[in-house]
């Protein structure tokens, strides 16, 4: 499956061998789900309903080689927090024989990684929507925002990535300890893309995590959403962002 996703631009392709997700985030019905759908409806009775489910067919298919600064984005269709370790097991042997492309996995309960040690060219992501966990149970059934951040702590792995997306409001000072502890080679950051009546942080909160962030030396990648882009004239990006998008695709993994 080719990448449509905005967010992911350095994602060269989706790779799915494991599909699904019972997180049932607000959100995703109206915009990820509804992607899937549009593919499932003739092919996978198991995507269509989104129900956790392994598709081993696809553990052998043939993935491009990634650049500098790609990956390719392994069960984004899904989260593998509801995944068998045993069948995780397999798509990390996968993974580590592709010792030439990177891989991206993420996952909403980010303990899951614990159950498997993964190689160099895999960044393991979370999203940390906000650091607010009052409230956060009308939003997912995934763990609150503070359980995800410790136990992505827990997780020893050098590449990680944290997804800002779509952001909620959030105490920046808390933000930025969250992120400066993870230490991640990568954030995502953007608004709802569609109008789930999310409780948004503004604009100008948003802006100082984005600079605060890059100041630190954070790679940021800002989402294109409807406000990302209404944004443009008023956050521009900064070097390291135009660097990226006019970049050559090279060769090598992330490590
Ligand atoms: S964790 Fe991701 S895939 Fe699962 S319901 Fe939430 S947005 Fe959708």
Redesign the pocket.
Known sequence: MKNKNNMYKLSVTQWNPFAG?S???KY?KSS?QVQIKRWAKKHCDKCYIFVPHEHPERLGQSLPTTGYMQFIFACSS??VAFCRTEYLREIVARMRRERDRTFMLQS?DPRTFNRVTFPGNVILGTTLETNRDRGYEAI?R?PKPSRRYLDFLTVKHKAKMVTVEPVLDFDLDMMIAWVENINPRMVWLGYDSRKNSLPEPDLEKVKQLHWQLSREGFLVVLKKTRDARRNVKRCKQTKVEKKIAGRRPGRGPAE
């Open positions: 997700c997180h049932d985030c995703c990820f899904g989260d909403k997912s995934a």
